[in-house]
């Protein structure tokens, strides 16, 4: 009979938390395959750890302070760290 359920139909579900934690991921792994459309720019903030250098025209949509070179300076591994801001126009 159409429209009348089984009973007896074992139904496996997903937690939509779970479903949203693994979109996430997905979303995160392909942004970091793709080549981002900054590569060969200019670097403008160079810093000792790479993933942290800013090159012209890269955009951030959110930002926390993680997301900065001196965001963690106070913890013990920052010992050494430095960034340097480097000029793309010439002075006038």
Known sequence: MPGVV???????TVPHRMVKHI????????RSEQEPFW?????LISCKRKQFNHHIGQTYSNISV???ASGSWKGRRSKSDYFTINAFKPVR
């Not at 590569?39 to 670097?43: I, Q, T």
């Open 39 to 43: 590569h060969g720019k200019p670097v």
């Open 66 to 68: 993680e997301d900065l």
């Open 23 to 30: 979109e996430k991921k997905r979303l995160k792994k392909l």
């Open 6 to 12: 089984d009973a007896d139909i074992t139904r496996i």
